[in-house]
């Protein structure tokens, strides 16, 4: 096979996700004013690469542990319970500003935090990451050794990090500030700047981590084992490969990923409040793997992947905000929603059957071409701006025709087979 | 059978019209007038209306009130007419939401106004956001809750809604008069660091003064199951507690609900801010003792009133709003209506207690000024 067509047939995944990328882009920049000018267009790619790299570094992390036949569903929570360290840390190392008392016991003062010495973010940091790496040992631990599914030991995590963060939080401000509170403000100038000048750094860190998963997966044996193991555990665990020591690995990775984005994400808010912060980020550094190529059953994806997919739904994300100018926030779920399950879909169409495959079989697919036809219909309606009733019996109709054609197509087909 | 990579392209190209037809929900039904020309140093000039946009720190029915106001102003001010729109939008009870959100505000062509009710008033970034709107010309204003006035007054240009602190004095001089031999009781509310909250809990506990003791102050970050958790276990670790503070709309039916189902309303009295709809039926079966009311009607009317007058530089609704503006002292500060709403009968608070400023309602009465606005909250 000629060289050309090789690289194609391997990467048809990522070239596929690239030149989807490029359409929305490309789609977004006609129609939004915010492309046409240059501090729009710098603007706008300061944001979607800011904002896919701090949920791609998680989403990598997240990979792993699908490829290696996990789940982690902790990331979230983490993220939440990392900032909450990071922040406390950083509150506690910080020396006292005179200017302020605390309105309980005027001897004490709040910590000042405008302007920080370098070394405490630094510390604050590699506490945060030490205190990630025991989670994620804590989950290989209840994974491997107490043996419960990957899904419960870090859903258990899912609920009870955030917990633990919510009280963390009130006896840290209470020690510093003479008062519970549910949140931490931090003021540097130099933390906060990531929301601003300092947006390349989250960027530099998501390539750099990429760059070392790929080496990881690609170039070692390690790697290879990982693909092993996520495409069947015991066969891996009877060819002489050590498990659990991937496992703890994986979990490891993925946790310290959450950890690292829990940190850049306080920062680029500038305050943490564990009670919210990355409430159901889990869901979309799954959603980034698995648009970006990962199979849930385990052994399949690439960081190529992944980085695409997660670029491609930050850039999705990112147009819904500048194109949807009335009640963006609400479309953001149903175009998102929509696009995993059609990612998800059309690579289901790489198995056997593809388009031949009935879709529509039975009373089951009779019901689904009503429904696929009635969720048409209302999307259409919601995004018309004007004769919403109209357009969205039109789209109904109109799918209507073509999904029940596809059903009676197949229908005619299975009777022919069986004659 | 499709290749799966032109399958993808396929997809994103579906998503993709999908965003087209979005866009077509900017679309204004009536055309752009020369009126809504937007002053120097506005953005880049797009071709459609101008739009006025308020941003909320979450999704409450306390703001379809203020929706409800802001669209009146929109009609009539007449102001489609004058080539401008106004777009309502919802934050999430999150920092970064309205970080989030504010920086697509600074890259859309057509914002001219925001009002924004900040979710954390001490928030640096928050505040470089709504700095760098103003540096683009885009008229910056705070409703309902403010920035932290000392620190940051300067990344808005004036604060309009319930002079918070006001607000929580006459809940706790209500406070009082149902109580005169004092109470111990908490506050529930879903950001106690927000500056609203922070000044209507102060302005409670100098208004009801000695002889009340703070139990717990307790927040939910927005979660009504947390809010409704929260009051159950301080009725558990304190049944000594003998009243319950709502400070933001949702919580009080919750307070309601488990005071109802524990059946301790003799034991407990039920004080709150705002009319949810929930908290005026409560209150119609005795089952709330007083209501302390903003107008978030008025500071959505208002709101959009005074955006479009710095936009179009209009001096005399400016001036007749903000008489003695300075960002110093109060000039910068329009404070909105404040009524104290208490049952039909056999409530021991009477109009007499406060000042000028604050309107007293009786249930049925409010009931029928809303009626009158179509409103079944405030």
Not at chain 2, 102 to 110: E, I, P, S
Not at chain 2, 135 to 144: E, L
Request: glycine share 10%.
């Amino acid at each position: 096979m000629p060289p050309v067509s090789d690289f194609f047939r391997k990467n048809r995944n990522e070239l596929g996700l690239a030149a989807a990328v490029l359409i929305v882009v490309a789609m977004t920049a006609t129609l939004s004013g915010a492309y046409h000018t240059a501090a729009g267009r710098t603007e706008t790619a300061r944001i979607i690469f800011r904002e896919a790299s701090m949920l791609g570094i998680f989403a990598l992390g997240a990979a792993v542990v699908i490829i290696a036949g996990g789940i982690d569903l902790s990331a979230g929570s983490l993220i939440a319970f990392s900032g909450t360290i990071f922040f406390g840390v950083v509150i506690m190392l910080a020396p006292d500003d005179p200017g302020t008392r605390w309105s309980s016991d005027p001897q004490h003062h709040f910590p000042q935090t405008d302007e920080l010495a370098p070394w405490i973010p630094v510390v604050a940091l590699l506490v945060t990451l030490a205190i990630a790496f025991l989670v994620g040992s804590f989950h290989t631990w209840l994974i491997t050794v107490i043996e419960l599914p990957p899904f419960v030991a870090t859903l258990a995590s899912l609920v009870g990090l955030r917990s633990l963060a919510r009280l963390l939080i009130q006896d840290i401000t209470a020690l510093e500030y003479g008062q519970r509170q549910s949140t931490i403000t931090i003021n540097d100038e130099l933390l906060t700047s990531i929301s601003r000048e300092s947006w390349w750094v989250a960027c530099l860190i998501w390539l750099v981590l990429s760059a070392a998963l790929w080496l990881l997966l690609s170039r070692t044996i390690v790697g290879r084992h990982l693909y092993a193991m996520g495409g069947n555990e015991e066969a891996a665990r009877l060819s002489g490969i050590r498990t659990d020591r991937l496992k703890w690995l994986a979990y490891c990775i993925s946790s310290m990923t959450a950890g690292l984005a829990g940190v850049l994400y306080a920062c680029y808010i500038g305050t943490t409040s564990p009670a919210t912060d990355g409430m159901g980020y889990e869901l979309n550094a799954i959603a980034a793997a698995v648009v970006g190529g990962c199979s849930l059953t385990g052994g399949i994806g690439t960081i190529a992947g992944v980085m695409l997919g997660t670029l491609f739904l930050r850039v999705i994300i990112d147009s819904v905000a500048k194109l949807f100018r009335s009640q963006p926030d609400l479309f953001e779920g149903l175009v998102v929603g929509m696009l995993v399950v059609l990612a998800v879909a059309f690579n289901q169409l790489r198995g056997a059957g593809g388009v031949r495959k009935p879709y529509f079989p039975g009373a089951l697919g009779l019901l689904n071409v009503a429904i696929v036809s009635a969720l048409a219909g209302v999307m259409t309606a919601l995004t018309s701006s004007d004769a919403k009733l109209r357009n969205g019996l039109l789209v109904v109709g109109g799918t209507l025709v073509v999904l029940g054609s596809r059903a009676i197509a197949e229908r005619l087909a299975s009777r022919r087979s069986t004659n | 059978m499709i290749a799966p990579n032109a399958a993808r392209v396929v997809a994103a190209s579906f998503v993709a019209l999908f965003l087209a037809a979005g866009s077509g929900c900017s679309k204004s039904p009536a055309p752009m007038a020369p009126g809504g020309a937007a002053p120097a140093g506005t953005p880049a000039a797009s071709s459609g209306p101008k739009r006025i946009v308020i941003l909320t720190n979450g999704p409450d029915p306390f703001w379809d009130t203020c929706e409800a106001g802001a669209k009146a102003a929109e009609r009539e001010l007449k102001l489609t007419e004058a080539g401008f729109v106004v777009d309502f939008q919802r934050g999430d009870f999150t920092d970064k939401k309205q970080i989030d959100m504010l920086k697509q505000y600074t890259l859309a062509t057509d914002i001219v106004g925001v009002g924004i009710s900040v979710f954390g008033p001490q928030n640096r970034n928050l505040i470089e956001e709504l700095r760098k709107l103003q540096s683009n010309g885009v008229k910056v204003i705070t409703i309902d809750g403010d920035v932290d006035r000392e620190k940051f007054r300067d990344a808005r240009y004036a604060y309009l809604g319930t002079d918070n602190l006001v607000g929580g004095q006459v809940l706790g001089k209500a406070a009082k008069a149902l109580s005169p031999d004092g109470a111990k009781f908490a506050f529930f509310v879903g950001n106690v660091g927000a500056a609203n909250a922070k000044d209507r809990m102060a302005g409670f506990v100098e208004g009801a003064g000695s002889g009340f003791t703070e139990l717990s102050r307790l927040d939910d970050g927005g979660d009504r199951a947390k809010a409704r958790a929260n009051v159950e276990s301080t009725l558990d670790q304190h049944a000594d507690c003998t009243m319950l503070a709502g400070i933001w709309a949702y919580n009080t039916p919750q307070i309601v609900s488990v005071v109802r189902d524990r059946q301790i309303r003799d034991k407990v009295k039920v004080v709150c801010f705002d009319a949810a709809e929930a908290s005026i039926r409560e209150m119609g079966e005795g089952n709330v003792d007083v209501m302390v009311v903003q107008n978030p009607y008025q500071m959505g009317y208002e709101g959009v009133k005074l955006l479009q007058a710095l936009v179009a530089d209009d001096q005399s609704v400016i001036s007749a709003m903000y008489p003695n503006y300075s960002q110093s002292g109060t000039g910068d500060i329009y404070s909105t209506e404040l009524r104290v709403v208490v049952p039909d009968t056999g409530s021991t608070i009477a109009p007499t207690l406060f000042g000028e400023g604050t309107d007293y309602f009786l249930h049925s009465q409010f009931l029928e000024w809303l009626k009158e606005r179509g409103l079944s909250s405030s």
